[in-house]
């Protein structure tokens, strides 16, 4: 079964970073595209970062030059670092890939405050 596994939230302070692994199996991980979406309370789930097979990146433009995704395929991990971090950086962060299609897993809670 297919499963995509995010870790890594927590409380951190305006400026600070953190970095969110997110671990996954049942997938050909190597060539697959993968992404990180967050979803604050409130508001809809939104695309903020997208790497390749290739390792091409793209980033939402809230959080270009901030935050980094990465992938380690020998771990079957893609990471997203977290830099500067501010306050709407708050919400709910989500690793997908397009096998998954309409389904989630439980996400990981990013909450900025000092």
């Known amino acids: 079964q297919v499963q995509l596994v995010e870790s890594g939230g927590g409380l951190v302070q305006p400026g600070g970073s953190l970095r969110l692994p997110c671990a996954a199996s049942g997938i050909t991980f190597s060539t697959s595209t993968m992404d990180w979406y967050r979803q604050a309370p409130g508001k809809e789930r939104v695309l903020v970062a997208v790497?390749?097979?290739?390792?091409?990146?793209n980033y939402a433009d809230s959080v270009k030059g901030r935050f980094t995704i990465s992938r380690d395929n020998a771990k079957n991990t893609v990471y997203l670092q977290m830099n500067s971090l501010k306050p709407e950086d708050t919400a709910v962060y989500y690793c997908?890939?397009?096998?998954?299609?309409?389904?989630w897993g439980q996400g990981t809670q990013v909450t900025v405050s000092s």
């Open positions: 997908h890939t397009r096998v998954l299609r309409d389904r």
């Open positions: 790497i390749t097979s290739g390792g091409s990146t």
